[in-house]
């Protein structure tokens, strides 16, 4: 019988594209999520991609009760652990509610995983544990640091996830730190669809080749880095995803934790993307040179050899499928 795995947030961007990805794998998998930054036509749209009903919980990582009627329910061989609240900036107006969700969120979820005799878990932690980097491509034994409310609380949950597995040798955790995620599905289904005027750089100029954003302001040009403007690892959402998928698996299949990097190890400029989604859409994209964003480190890339090593993991897809699967994506979302 298929392992049933456990998705909170699952119907958010990176979960919505691993459901795809475990059930293609031959996994069962149940969604919990409770649409605070999704919306429920995506789980039509993953019934359309897999061809075969979605089991969701709708509920808040928050509540034992919710958690506790799907382990009771369901026989959970394993969880992904999606759900958090993840913007930079608003974690620093709302550090309460940001380290309620991200790390009391952990704390429950592994509360009930405990009681129910659950012991594997994939967690979503993030390059930002890396700070200020020192050495690039970074590897996973770089120092660890935070520079905003959002980090700390990736950083916590990563120490949290090392007490809890120092207790039991019976726990094992995959903690996956992603880099920058990009692109949509192939089918143009699913994606990344931001509720406010979008952060992160991708969806930004998304919306400037869409129109519904006048121009990108890029946040420096005055950084040592080849073209002056900020280098990060863009990695496509389904490479991503896949990595869940050997993550959990060698969680399964060998009981032994791992803390990798998901990146690419190629770092690309802010100007490199502009130009690759301009050839994507088809048009010019509009942009200024503003200040620095405060925070901003000059580069940051992964060393993604350990993933490959322990996992088997190798990202296949590249700057031009992330800018034209973000396009066809977009596209379609602005025409429904
Ligand atoms: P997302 O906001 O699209 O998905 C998160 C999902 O969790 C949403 O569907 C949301 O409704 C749900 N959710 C939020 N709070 C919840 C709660 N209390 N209970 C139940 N569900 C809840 O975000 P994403 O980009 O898919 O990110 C997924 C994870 O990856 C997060 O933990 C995030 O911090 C981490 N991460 C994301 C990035 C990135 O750039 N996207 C980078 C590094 C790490
Ligand atoms: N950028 C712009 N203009 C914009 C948005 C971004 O020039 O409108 C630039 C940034 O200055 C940076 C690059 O584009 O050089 C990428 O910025 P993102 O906000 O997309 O990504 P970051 O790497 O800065 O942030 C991401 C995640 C954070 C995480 C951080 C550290 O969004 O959650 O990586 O790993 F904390």
């Not at 958010?12 to 149940?30: K, M, N, Q, R, W």
């Not at 994939?122 to 700070?131: D, E, L, M, N, R």
């Not at 980090?151 to 090392?162: D, I, N, R, S």
């Not at 690309?268 to 503003?290: P, Q, T």
Request: proline content about 5%.
């Amino acid at each position: 019988m298929a392992d049933t795995i456990l998705l909170t947030g699952g119907a958010g961007y990176i979960g919505s594209h691993t459901y795809v990805e475990l059930v293609a794998a031959g996994y069962d998998v149940v969604i919990l999520d409770n649409f605070s930054n999704s919306r429920p036509e995506v789980i039509d749209r993953l019934e359309v991609i897999s061809g075969a009903p979605v089991t969701v919980y709708t509920g808040d990582v928050l509540d034992p009760a919710v958690l506790e009627r799907v382990f009771v329910e369901r026989n959970i061989a394993a969880v992904i652990h999606f759900a958090a609240l993840k913007a930079v900036g608003e974690s620093a107006e709302k550090p309460i509610e940001y380290i309620q969700t991200n790390v009391s969120g952990l704390v429950n979820l592994l509360a009930a995983m405990k009681k129910h005799g659950v012991h594997r878990l994939v967690f979503s932690s993030s390059a930002t544990v890396y700070g200020e980097p020192e050495t690039l491509p970074i590897p996973e034994d770089a120092p660890r640091s935070y520079t905003n409310t959002y980090g700390f609380t990736k950083l916590v949950c990563e120490q949290t996830l090392e007490q809890v597995a120092a207790s039991d040798p019976r726990w094992a955790f995959g903690t996956l730190r992603y880099f920058n995620p990009a692109g949509a599905h192939d089918t143009g289904l699913i994606g990344e669809d931001p509720n406010d005027i979008p952060n992160n750089l991708m969806p930004y100029i998304a919306k400037v080749a869409t129109g519904e954003l006048e121009r990108l302001s890029v946040f420096g040009n005055d950084y040592e880095t080849p073209d002056g403007t900020g280098v990060r690892d863009y990695i496509h959402v389904v490479d991503l995803a896949r990595g869940h998928v050997q993550s959990v698996r060698a969680l399964i299949e060998s009981g032994e934790s791992h803390t990798v990097n998901l990146g690419t190890g190629k770092g690309y400029s802010v100007l490199e993307m502009l130009k690759s989604y301009e050839s994507a859409c088809g048009h010019e994209l509009a942009y200024s040179i503003a200040p620095r964003r405060a925070g901003d480190v000059a580069a940051s890339f992964a060393d993604p050899s350990k993933a490959h090593a322990i996992l088997g993991f190798q990202a296949e897809r590249d700057l031009d499928d992330m800018c034209r699967t973000s396009w066809n994506w977009v596209s379609r979302l602005k025409n429904t």
